[in-house]
């Protein structure tokens, strides 16, 4: 998913909190031997870890392949649409662990600039088109299958990048929530402050009067922390929030801080139905609980404590340093890598004007500390889509790619949505959808009980 918020304030010591990688996948995942740099000569390889469900398989049929992405747990195909969507079609579904996620790791070097080395967008790219080159080679009757490449967030980027790079191999291409607009670490980057903006506004949107307490309910506690004195006041803050450990200072503080507000945008993001399969642990409808609860509730800490609760869902505490990655499933150290280069999202200030309080985009900070963690400095975010294809010029002339975006997802912000409503005027021109009350890539969930029907008009159009 992407996660945006306190990315670089948090501690990049990201561990695999849920056993080993793929080991929930039914049928089990298999590995095969992919070469650690496309680019160069050398013939090193690596295992990557990939899963098949070819039981709706009719041979000569599609080829459906989910893209990997930053899990630290690899995404399952039974818990995604694609299995539903093989078994309308005849079609193969196979996944590809993302290259430096979960166990598919060309390497471990303790020098994190030697250890990402090879993790560009062509390597990445390349790992999935020798993928499919070797699934075709292999499975009776897939040699000539055309093939369609999905992902959902930064993955959703990346079935985005297949199509426009590698049409050669795929076909088509469906990116949920992807987001391919606002990269670059600079100040003439126009989307610096959309995504508390928009956050602000599904707030305002769904309740005003809502929208209103929850802006007092943070000036009231970052009051309350500049007024606290003593280790004993900070205990009776982490006592009352539940977190997991108690803040040792004012760096700390404000991490604690930003915390509370990244709860606020995660759980509109992340605001899925009932029991969605990708996240475990959550109740469902998080927006429209914590509106409800902020409705009915008499005091500041009531509604902090509902936000920071709703997001830690299925924890036993609030773990505001994210030292675990626990609330959504992401591998942090070479995820970060990848938004301090080729994907470069900085990490959102907030405007004046929001229900949040005002922060600048602290940009030479977040460029220092790329620096600083792995040795690179974030690419130029124009010359990336006129590199990889995606400008609007690109998109607008781009073909069989369709991309979604839920409307109570930020993410929207990012999306390429000048695409929007437009009349193609190319055959099979490229398409956007905003599913009105739809989460972060909520439509590439397996269907569960609770989920909205918006995702099932989508499926019939996909
Ligand atoms: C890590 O590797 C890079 C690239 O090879 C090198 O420039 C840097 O000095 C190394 N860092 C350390 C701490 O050894
Ligand atoms: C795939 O296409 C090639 C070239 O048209 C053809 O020779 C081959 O028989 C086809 N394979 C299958 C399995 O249909
Ligand atoms: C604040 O405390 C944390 C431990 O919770 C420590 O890692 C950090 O370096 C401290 N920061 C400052 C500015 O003292
Ligand atoms: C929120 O409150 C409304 C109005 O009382 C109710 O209809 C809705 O079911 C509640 N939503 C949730 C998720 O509790
Ligand atoms: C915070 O919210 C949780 C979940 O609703 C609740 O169990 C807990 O009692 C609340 N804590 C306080 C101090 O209100
Ligand atoms: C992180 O995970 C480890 C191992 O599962 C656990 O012992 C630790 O308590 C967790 N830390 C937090 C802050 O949840
Ligand atoms: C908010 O407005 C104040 C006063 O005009 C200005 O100084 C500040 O830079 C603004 N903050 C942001 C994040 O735009
Ligand atoms: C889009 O298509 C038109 C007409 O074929 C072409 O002139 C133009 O160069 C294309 N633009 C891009 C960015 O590919």
């Known amino acids: 998913m992407l996660f945006l918020g306190s990315i670089l304030v948090a501690s990049l010591f990201s561990t695999c909190a849920f056993g080993r990688s793929g080991d929930n996948c039914s049928p089990a995942t298999k590995t095969f031997k992919q070469k650690v740099d496309h ?5 090193e390889v690596f295992q990557q870890q990939y899963q098949v469900i070819d039981e709706y398989f009719h041979p000569g049929g599609p080829i459906i392949f989910y893209q990997g992405g930053e899990a630290t747990d690899m995404i399952c195909l039974h818990d995604l649409i694609l299995p539903t969507w093989a078994k309308d079609l005849g079609a193969l ?7 430096f996620f979960g166990d598919s790791k060309p390497n471990n070097h303790a020098n994190l600039t030697k250890r990402y080395e090879t993790l560009n ?3 990445v790219m390349q790992d999935s088109a020798h993928f499919i080159k070797w699934i075709k080679s292999t499975v009776n009757g897939a040699e000539n299958s055309t093939v369609i490449a999905t992902g959902g967030s930064y993955a959703g980027y990346l079935s985005t990048m297949l199509r426009q790079n590698h049409p050669e191999t795929f076909h088509g291409a469906i990116g949920w929530s992807a987001p391919l607009r606002g990269f670059g670490y600079s100040k003439s980057n126009s989307h610096l402050y959309d995504w508390y903006r928009a956050v602000s506004n599904i707030y305002r949107e769904h309740s005003a009067e809502a929208a209103q307490k929850i802006k007092h309910a943070i000036i009231s506690l970052q009051d309350s922390i500049k007024k606290m004195k003593s280790s004993n006041d900070i205990e009776a803050l982490a006592s009352r929030y539940n ?3 108690t803040p040792q200072n004012a760096s700390d503080l404000s991490a604690f801080l930003e915390t509370v507000e990244d709860s606020f945008s995660q759980n509109t993001q992340l605001s899925w139905g009932a029991n969605a399969p990708i996240l475990p642990g959550r109740k469902g409808f998080p927006l429209q609980r914590l509106i409800n609860t902020t409705l009915s509730a008499s005091s500041y800490q009531e509604i902090v404590n509902a936000s920071l609760s709703l997001l830690f869902e299925g924890n036993r505490c609030v773990d505001w340093t994210d030292t675990n990655g626990t609330y ?4 942090l ?6 938004l301090c280069t080729y994907v470069p999202i900085v990490n959102p200030g907030i405007p004046n004007g929001t229900i949040f309080p005002a922060h600048e985009t602290p940009i030479d900070e977040l460029i220092a500390s790329c620096q600083q963690t792995y040795g690179i400095s974030p690419e130029d975010g124009k010359l990336l889509e006129e590199k990889h294809h995606y400008s609007a010029a690109d998109l607008n002339n781009a073909t069989r790619l369709f991309l979604t975006y839920g409307g109570i997802d930020p993410v929207m912000s990012y999306g390429a949505v000048e695409l929007l409503g437009r009349v193609a005027n190319i055959p099979n021109g490229a398409g956007v959808a905003i599913l009105s009350q739809a989460g972060h890539a909520e439509d590439m969930s397996a269907p569960y009980p609770g989920q909205r029907k918006a995702f099932e008009i989508c499926r019939i159009r996909s």
Do not use: F
Request: proline share 4%.
């Open 39 to 43: 680019i160069g000569d050398s013939r």
């Open 333 to 338: 150290l070479p995820y970060q890598y990848i």
């Open 328 to 331: 959504v499933n992401n591998e």
């Open 121 to 123: 967008l062509e390597n």
């Open 93 to 99: 579904a196979i996944t590809l662990e993302h290259r």
């Open 243 to 245: 977190l997991c450990s």
